[in-house]
C-alpha cells in the first residue's frame, strides 16, 4: 500500500517522502514504481515527461527525521495497533506542531493512534483502497479526538488526489471493511461446506453481482494476514460470529501462504 499511495499523491503534484525501515526496501519500493510507470509509458497511457515528473517529486529514505517538513504523514505500516502507537509517538516527536498525522489502517481504531500522540486533534484515518492509484474511494476516518480543520484538510488532500472521499466515523472496519468481510469470510465458509469449488465461487459473484473479482481473488489480492487482522479487529469491536475468521485462513497465515505477495495463497502465482 505504501508505495501505491506514494504514486497517488506524487501524480497530484505533492513532493513525497517515502520512508522504509530500511533503504534497501525504500529503493525497491521506487525501483517497483519506475517499472510500473514505465510500463504506463509502453503502453501509450502516460507520457514521458509526467513519468518523470512524478518520479521527480519521490525520495526514498530511511529516515525518519526526513518527514519533519511534511504537511501530512501518512502510516502504513503492518496492521498491528502496538506497532501503530509506537510509530505515532515517534513520529509526534519528529513531525511540524501543525502536521497532521493520518493512518492508513484499514480497521483499527484511529483514536488510540491519536492518543499516542501529545496533538490528538490532529490525527485522523485517510484509508485508501487496494490497489490505490486504480480504486477512485478513500475513507476519511474522523476519530471522536480530531478537530474540524484536520478533517477537512484530509478531505482537501484526498480530492487533490482525484479520489472520492466519504467521511466515516472511527468505527472497525468503517464503512466497506465491515461490510465486505463477513461477505469474504462467509465465501471461504461456504467452500470449506462443500457449497461450489473456489472458481465457480469466484465465477458467480463476478457474474452474478457484477463485481470485478470474486472473493478469493479478492483475499489474494488484499493478502491473507491483513484480513485475518482486519476480521480479528472487527470481532474485537462487535462479536459478531460472521466476522471470526475461518480457522483454515490462520493456518494459511501461519504456512506463509497470504496470497499475491508470497505468490500463493488460495491460488498460485
Ligand atoms: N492490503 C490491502 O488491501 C490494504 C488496503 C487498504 C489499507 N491497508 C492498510 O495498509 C497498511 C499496510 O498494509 P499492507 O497490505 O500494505 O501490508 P504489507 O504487509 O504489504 O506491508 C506492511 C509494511 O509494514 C512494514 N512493517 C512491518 N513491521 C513494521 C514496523 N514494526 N515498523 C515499520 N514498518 C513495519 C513492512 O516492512 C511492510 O513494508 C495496513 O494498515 C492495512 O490495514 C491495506
Do not use: W
Request: charged content about 25%.
Amino acid at each position: 500500500m505504501g508505495g501505491g499511495l506514494a504514486e497517488v499523491a506524487a501524480r497530484a503534484g505533492c513532493d513525497v517522502v517515502v520512508r522504509s525501515r530500511s533503504q534497501d526496501s525504500a529503493d525497491a519500493m521506487l525501483a517497483s514504481l519506475d517499472k510500473r510507470l514505465d510500463k504506463l509509458v509502453s503502453k501509450d497511457k502516460l507520457d514521458d515527461d509526467t513519468r518523470n515528473d512524478i518520479l521527480g517529486r519521490i525520495t526514498a529514505t530511511s529516515d525518519l527525521h526526513a518527514v519533519a517538513d511534511c504537511d501530512l504523514i501518512i502510516e502504513s505500516v503492518v496492521e498491528d495497533l502496538a506497532i501503530k502507537r509506537t510509530l505515532f509517538e515517534t513520529l509526534d516527536g519528529v513531525a511540524k506542531p501543525d502536521a497532521i498525522l493520518a493512518t492508513n489502517t484499514s480497521t483499527l481504531p484511529v483514536v488510540e493512534m491519536a492518543m499516542a500522540t501529545l496533538h490528538p486533534h490532529r490525527v485522523c484515518g485517510i484509508h485508501f483502497f487496494n490497489p490505490a492509484p486504480m480504486m477512485s474511494l478513500v475513507e476519511i476516518v474522523r476519530p471522536i479526538t480530531a478537530d474540524d480543520e484536520t478533517i477537512a484538510s484530509a478531505v482537501t488532500f484526498a480530492e487533490q488526489c482525484g479520489k472520492d472521499a466519504v467521511v466515516v466515523e472511527d468505527r472497525a472496519g468503517f464503512v466497506v471493511n465491515a461490510l465486505l468481510f463477513p461477505y469474504l469470510n462467509n465465501a471461504v465458509r461456504m467452500l470449506e461446506q462443500g457449497t461450489a469449488s473456489m472458481d465457480d465461487i469466484d465465477t458467480a459473484m463476478q457474474g452474478g453481482c457484477n463485481f470485478p473479482m470474486g472473493p478469493f481473488a479478492l483475499l489474494d489480492l488484499v493478502g491473507l494476514d491483513t484480513s485475518v487482522s482486519i476480521l480479528d479487529a472487527l470481532y474485537d469491536e462487535f462479536r459478531d460470529p460472521n466476522y471470526a475468521a475461518v480457522p483454515t485462513r490462520r493456518r494459511m497465515v501461519a504456512a506463509g501462504h497470504l496470497g499475491r505477495k508470497t505468490r500463493r495463497g488460495f491460488r498460485t502465482y
